[in-house]
């Protein structure tokens, strides 16, 4: 169960994840030219596998994803996302290689691997909308950071320090964390182009992870060698000439009609940082705002933005917890609701906050009732409805999903869609007993009820614990990546176990 592969492709050459040639196609590359090419791996990691074949037999670990392997989720409350299926106390959910074929009670299925879902949330995984993940081995490394630190020092010094190895072990280290977290979808805002080198280590970290992901091709540092945008011509022919694959597409841009008009000729969708004030208003004017397009933040839209949004049909991203932070604003959650813009859930960097979606939801969840129920004591009538819990449940999974332009495949557990499924344990001291399901999801869990994650059927997480990675391996390899960067930006080690970027 090496996840490493595009399981749609079927043809070129990929290296492993890290240290082993393969034929299945996710790239053009062998092994020893993508290396040349990109000088990845052999200093940083010195050739040692960080992804590698779980022994799923002996480890008691179900075998999935394959075609014609069957698992049977028996017996667990399944919450479906999909208004017409609904929820359920207690049923099963029947996946079939990659694909949910049947979600209800008592089902049948022979020949098929039984999992005790019992004590069990079964739902579709969360679907994060927009995260640098090349920042991955700066985690934390800017707690107290306003946003101005965070663009003078990740975004400038960091980000121009960054070697083709750096961003594929960030992509890697990052996409291994989101699994673990029950985030099985992903929008990687990849703004590290700064050389084609950094851009295929991003898609290679990207794609051996096993997530699933939205590779959307960003600007990097200014230099002679960066070829952004063009470049995502090449990328979509050697990396992502198919629809139907795990990793997909998109342009992660800014307000430059010309980009814009090149994402719509390779078809890539946008996903843009929109936090000004009336700078949409000349992309509205070329006709070029649309439905294919991802709005992140909005904090400080004004109101002719938001009809704009709304009326072309597109959708919001928010990262709640790095605006407050940070200082973009208050994050826009009543704006995209009384526009009725579909909305998602983003972490946006690790080097500031968490990379989980308890933390978002809750975010999320408080700060539209504070600021409703502040509205009400002002003496406002005919106020807008309170968030439920149920409802930003439905934003952190099938709202990402209609963000990222997923819907058709993940997002709701409906028969025909991706088996991209979290089981979270409801028999742990912080939710026993469970009497609303939603509820114990929103206000009560973290991290640790994340008990197992599939991925187009295959087990990234069980029992607790991450299926395929050498956690030992990747965590030395992000020190030695972080060591480099933090030596090359001249930033002082503290007392507390990290470093101080220069502000």
């Given at each position: 169960?090496?996840?490493?592969?595009?399981p749609?492709?079927?043809?070129?050459?990929?290296?492993?994840?890290?240290?082993h040639?393969?034929?299945?196609g996710?790239?053009?590359?062998?092994?020893?030219?993508?290396?040349?090419?990109?000088?990845?791996?052999?200093?940083?990691?010195?050739?040692a596998?960080?992804?590698?074949?779980?022994?799923?037999?002996?480890?008691?670990?179900?075998?999935?994803g394959?075609?014609?392997?069957?698992?049977?989720?028996?017996?667990g409350?399944?919450?479906?996302?999909?208004?017409?299926?609904?929820?359920?106390?207690?049923?099963?959910?029947?996946?079939?290689?990659?694909k949910?074929?049947?979600?209800?009670?008592?089902?049948?299925?022979?020949?098929?691997?039984?999992?005790?879902?019992s004590?069990?949330?079964v739902?579709?995984?969360?679907?994060?909308s927009?995260?640098?993940i090349?920042?991955?081995?700066?985690r934390?490394i800017?707690?107290?950071g306003?946003?101005?630190?965070?663009?003078?020092?990740?975004?400038?010094?960091?980000?121009?320090?960054?070697?083709?190895?750096?961003?594929y072990i960030?992509?890697?280290?990052?996409?291994?964390?989101?699994?673990?977290?029950?985030?099985?979808?992903?929008?990687?805002?990849?703004h590290?182009?700064n050389?084609?080198?950094?851009?295929?280590?991003?898609?290679?970290g990207?794609?051996?992870?096993g997530?699933?992901?939205?590779?959307?091709?960003?600007?990097g540092?200014?230099?002679?060698?960066?070829?952004?945008?063009?470049?995502i011509?090449?990328l979509?022919?050697?990396?992502?000439?198919?629809?139907d694959?795990?990793v997909t597409?998109?342009?992660a841009t800014?307000?430059a009609?010309?980009?814009?008009?090149?994402?719509?000729?390779?078809?890539?969708?946008?996903?843009?940082?929109a936090?000004?004030?009336?700078?949409?208003?000349?992309?509205?004017?070329?006709?070029?705002?649309?439905?294919?397009?991802?709005?992140?933040?909005?904090?400080?839209?004004?109101?002719?933005?938001w009809?704009?949004i709304?009326?072309?049909?597109?959708?919001?991203?928010?990262?709640?917890?790095?605006?407050?932070e940070?200082?973009?604003?208050?994050?826009?959650?009543q704006q995209?609701?009384?526009?009725?813009?579909?909305?998602?859930?983003?972490n946006?960097?690790?080097?500031?906050?968490?990379a989980?979606?308890?933390?978002?939801?809750?975010?999320?969840?408080?700060?539209?009732?504070?600021?409703?129920?502040?509205?009400?004591?002002?003496?406002?009538?005919?106020?807008?409805p309170?968030m439920?819990?149920?409802?930003?449940v439905?934003?952190a999974?099938?709202g990402?999903?209609?963000?990222?332009?997923?819907?058709?495949?993940?997002g709701?557990?409906t028969p025909?869609?991706?088996?991209?499924?979290?089981?979270?344990?409801?028999?742990r001291?912080?939710?026993?007993?469970?009497n609303?399901?939603?509820?114990?999801i929103?206000?009560g869990?973290?991290?640790?009820?994340?008990?197992?994650?599939?991925?187009?059927?295959?087990?990234?997480?069980?029992k607790?614990?991450?299926?395929?990675?050498?956690?030992?391996?990747?965590?030395?390899?992000?020190?030695?990546?972080r060591?480099?960067?933090?030596?090359?930006?001249?930033?002082?080690?503290?007392?507390?176990?990290?470093?101080?970027?220069?502000?």
């Open positions: 169960m090496c996840e490493i592969t595009q749609s492709e079927t043809s070129g050459r990929t290296r492993g994840a890290v240290g040639d393969r034929a299945d996710v790239s053009g590359l062998s092994r020893r030219e993508f290396l040349a090419a990109a000088e990845l791996v052999a200093g940083a990691v010195g050739g596998g960080l992804s590698a074949c779980a022994s799923a037999d002996s480890a008691g670990i179900p075998r999935g394959g075609p014609g392997e069957r698992m049977l989720l028996k017996g409350v399944v919450l479906t996302m999909d208004a017409k299926l609904g929820d359920f106390d207690r049923a099963d959910v029947l996946i079939e290689g990659s949910i074929v049947a979600v209800g009670p008592d089902l049948q299925a022979a020949s098929a691997t039984l999992i005790d879902a004590n069990r949330i739902m579709p995984g969360f679907v994060d927009h995260r640098h090349w920042q991955g081995p700066m934390n800017l707690p107290d306003t946003l101005a630190q965070y663009l003078g020092s990740i975004s400038g010094t960091a980000r121009s320090l960054y070697r083709p190895e750096d961003v960030g992509d890697l280290l990052s996409a291994w964390g989101a699994m673990n977290a029950g985030i099985t979808t992903l929008l990687d805002w990849s590290i182009s050389t084609p080198e950094h851009s295929d280590a991003a898609i290679h990207l794609m051996e992870s997530i699933r992901g939205v590779y959307a091709h960003g600007f540092a200014p230099g002679p060698a960066m070829r952004y945008p063009d470049d011509r090449r979509r022919r050697q990396y992502f000439s198919s629809a694959q795990r597409l998109a342009l800014a307000f009609p010309a980009h814009w008009r090149l994402a719509r000729e390779v078809g890539a969708p946008i996903t843009v940082h936090n000004g004030t009336d700078e949409l208003l000349p992309l509205a004017e070329a006709r070029l705002m649309g439905p294919d397009v991802t709005y992140i933040h909005g904090c400080r839209l004004s109101a002719k933005e009809k704009l709304a009326d072309t049909g597109g959708t919001l991203s928010i990262a709640a917890p790095v605006e407050m940070m200082g973009h604003g208050i994050p826009a959650v995209a609701l009384d526009h009725a813009i579909p909305l998602s859930l983003s946006d960097v690790e080097t500031s906050t968490t989980e979606f308890f933390t978002q939801m809750r975010t999320v969840f408080l700060l539209q009732r504070m600021q409703l129920l502040a509205r009400a004591r002002a003496g406002e009538q005919n106020l807008p309170l439920t819990v149920k409802q930003v439905e934003i999974t099938l990402g999903a209609r963000a990222n332009q997923l819907e058709n495949k993940v709701s557990l025909g869609k991706e088996a991209d499924i979290v089981m979270l344990a409801t028999n001291i912080n939710v026993m007993p469970l609303n399901a939603y509820a114990a929103v206000h869990m973290d991290t640790s009820n994340v008990d197992a994650v599939f991925v187009a059927g295959r087990v990234k997480k069980w607790g614990e991450l299926v395929g990675v050498k956690l030992d391996e990747l965590q030395r390899t992000a020190e030695r990546s060591d480099h960067l933090v030596a090359q930006a001249k930033w002082p080690r503290t007392a507390l176990g990290g470093y101080a970027p220069g502000h």
